[in-house]
């Protein structure tokens, strides 16, 4: 019996997302219209999909004027077992379907990422170019649709729809053109389209699980490579800060480690909420999450951070008012149990926000700040009652006038 069970590996990097958290939101960690790897392989579902990736092989064939996959298998079957070690489960399947699904997944991935690259760089000036990159274009429904490109995003960054990044690597490698000088670590970043200065050549050699790792590494870019330090990630939110004297403003940098609060001022990098935020920030975490993960809980602190900021609408129209904020699911409130959701079944010990939550805590604490939050909260809540209080102001300064006038009136 104890046979049957399966051993951990130090190797394993692509786990399936614990049931606790699944339970949750099961739809977030499913792919929508692409399968990669062996987890979701040959799902009826994907299709459409599986058709399309082998006629990317195809073209990249035609490119390349090879008229078999035979150049790659030697290399792919170096890599099988080291390959086969990377996932968390046993792969059921033979030597000659798992090499098929690496060679055709891993091309299809490559594949895409140039077509972007190619069509975002071009120069309308550039006329060889320019119809080079119209021609791989040419009929490719995946190229002509901003809604599957929006979801070939999402699916790529599920945790159970990855390959190891070392056979990407090696498959882009062995199919780079001479005008290919980059790393396929920073080709893949660039794909998601982050902001912000692009990734120097010594962070993209850096050793990265998959897809989902190399992403998680360009977010928390310059937070510290250690365990997050123990506190009680508690503090009060958007609202109750702004009525303690707390000014929100957007920071410059993009990265997780660009939230900082000085001079009774809270930065907070541009956060854009869109349809597949949940799912991202899910896998994100469920990546960290997992038991055998090597990765720190960054995205774990910065979700419940943000869940801490966020207990309604109110304080969303907050963040959304000082740039914070972008708001593309439209209603403040389903944002805003979005992020209070998130937060259910995650397990953390401290954060490596520790400092911000306790400087903030301490700020709320101050008794010229607890009285500046009591008199925003009790009288300036609304335009009436501030209106109120300037009245009853102006009407104690007329009675104290008068009384004065009257004193001096009888002196005299």
């Not at 040419?138 to 490109?149: A, F, I, N, T, V």
């Amino acid at each position: 019996m104890l046979r049957s069970v399966p051993a951990t590996s130090p190797e394993h990097s692509i786990f399936r997302v614990l049931h606790q958290l699944r339970q949750v939101n099961e739809k977030a960690y499913e792919p929508v219209i692409l399968a990669i790897g062996p987890y979701h392989h040959g799902n009826d579902k994907f299709k459409f999909m599986e058709e399309q990736k082998l006629r990317y092989l195809q073209q990249l064939l035609k490119r390349r004027k090879e008229e078999s996959v035979d150049r790659y298998m030697p290399t792919l079957r170096e890599l099988e077992q080291q390959a086969r070690n990377c996932y968390e489960e046993t792969i059921d399947l033979s030597q000659e379907k798992f090499l098929a699904m690496m060679l055709i997944d891993g091309c299809f991935i490559i594949e895409l990422l140039r077509k972007y690259i190619l069509n975002k760089s071009i120069d309308e000036d550039d006329s060889d170019r320019l119809r080079h990159c119209r021609s791989c274009y040419l009929d490719d429904p995946l190229g002509e649709s901003d809604w599957l490109q929006y979801h070939l995003r999402r699916d790529l960054l599920l945790l159970e729809n990855q390959l190891p990044l070392f056979v990407l690597s090696k498959l882009y490698d062995l199919t780079r053109g001479p005008d290919e000088h980059h790393e396929f670590n920073v080709v893949a970043i660039e794909y998601f389209e982050f902001e912000g200065e692009g990734p120097d050549r010594n962070w993209a050699r850096g050793n990265w699980e998959h897809i989902l790792h190399l992403y998680h590494a360009w977010c928390t870019n310059g937070l510290p490579r250690e365990p997050s330090l123990p506190c009680t990630p508690v503090m009060p939110s958007a609202i109750e800060l702004g009525e303690s004297g707390v000014r929100f403003r957007a920071a410059e940098g993009c990265h997780l480690g660009d939230i900082k609060f000085e001079n009774g001022t809270l930065e907070i990098p541009v956060l854009m909420v869109q349809d597949n935020t949940e799912s991202k920030y899910r896998n994100l975490i469920a990546y960290e999450q997992h038991p055998q993960s090597r990765v720190i809980n960054y995205f774990t602190d910065y979700v419940i951070f943000i869940d801490c900021l966020i207990n309604s609408s109110k304080d969303v129209k907050v963040l959304r008012s000082a740039g914070i904020i972008e708001n593309w699911l439209g209603d403040d409130e389903v944002l805003a149990q979005m992020f209070n959701k998130m937060c259910d079944n995650i397990v953390s010990y401290g954060s490596c926000y520790s400092e911000i939550f306790e400087n903030l805590n301490a700020h709320c604490k101050k008794r010229r700040n607890v009285w500046m939050a009591t008199l925003r909260r009790e009288y300036f809540h609304s335009p009436w009652a501030f209106l109120s209080v300037v009245a009853a102001i102006m009407l104690l300064l007329l009675t104290a006038a008068q009384t004065l006038y009257s004193v001096l009136s009888y002196q005299k």
